[in-house]
T-cell receptor, first 112, second 113 residues
Framework: GNSVTQMEGPVTLSEEAFLTINCTYTATGYPSLFWYVQYPGEGLQLLLKATKADDKGSNKGFEATYRKETTSFHLEKGSVQVSDSAVYFCALFSGGYNKLIFGAGTRLAVHP | NAGVTQTPKFRVLKTGQSMTLLCAQDMNHEYMYWYRQDPGMGLRLIHYSVGEGTTAKGEVPDGYNVSRLKKQNFLLGLESAAPSQTSVYFC????????????FGQGTRLTVV
């Protein structure tokens, strides 16, 4: 079946450091891939998405590239801020299964 | 512009009690989902619906039932609550097409004692 695997957290960084959160997936066909972010006490909200191989999603300085050959969708940001502290979820939607599947989430803590 | 609204936001139940969580969306979305979020386990899909009158099981459906009698509402029921159902529950909705995002409610924190 479809699944998403994320690197375990927490990830702790100093402000302005480079961020990478790894995400790999298993899916049949050609899923769409997403990164969602959850700030403390809130629901999830979409951060970025990519719908086909080699697409790059970007938003708020975050980027992720859909790599079909490595079945990966790693999240990156060149310079993190304290306000980026949150839990980040990688997700996929496979049309054949009509389900939105999430990874376990990675908690990011950024310190001044 | 309400988006996805969940009620209640907090609830404490005794073991064996029943309750219904309500999810309402005003975006005319076809797809609706119920997830539970537990520490270290991310979001796990309980049940979902691809349209009015339809429901399907997700990863962890046991102990829960759902109904989608109206397109805008998706109800999650616990017939006999157990401590293992202590969790934060999230409802989400989407148009259901491959490239569209899901919108989430604020969550319901349920404690079963």
């Amino acid at each position: 079946g479809n699944s998403v695997t994320q690197m375990e957290g927490p990830v702790t960084l100093s402000e302005e450091a480079f961020l990478t959160i790894n995400c790999t997936y298993t899916a049949t066909g050609y899923p769409s891939l997403f990164w969602y972010v959850q700030y403390p006490g809130e629901g999830l909200q979409l951060l970025l998405k990519a719908t086909k191989a080699d697409d790059k999603g970007s938003n708020k300085g975050f980027e992720a590239t859909y790599r079909k050959e490595t079945t990966s969708f790693h999240l990156e940001k060149g310079s993190v801020q304290v306000s980026d502290s949150a839990v980040y979820f990688c997700a996929l939607f496979s049309g054949g299964y009509n389900k939105l599947i999430f990874g376990a989430g990675t908690r990011l803590a950024v310190h001044p | 512009n309400a988006g996805v609204t969940q009620t209640p936001k907090f609830r404490v139940l005794k073991t064996g009690q029943s309750m219904t969580l309500l999810c309402a969306q005003d975006m005319n979305h076809e797809y609706m989902y119920w997830y539970r979020q537990d520490p270290g386990m991310g979001l796990r899909l309980i049940h979902y619906s691809v349209g009015e009158g339809t429901t399907a099981k997700g990863e962890v459906p046991d102990g829960y039932n759902v109904s989608r009698l109206k397109k805008q509402n998706f109800l999650l029921g616990l017939e006999s609550a157990a401590p293992s159902q202590t969790s934060v529950y999230f409802c989400a909705s989407s148009y259901g097409y491959m490239n569209t995002e899901a919108f989430f409610g604020q969550g319901t924190r349920l404690t079963v004692v």
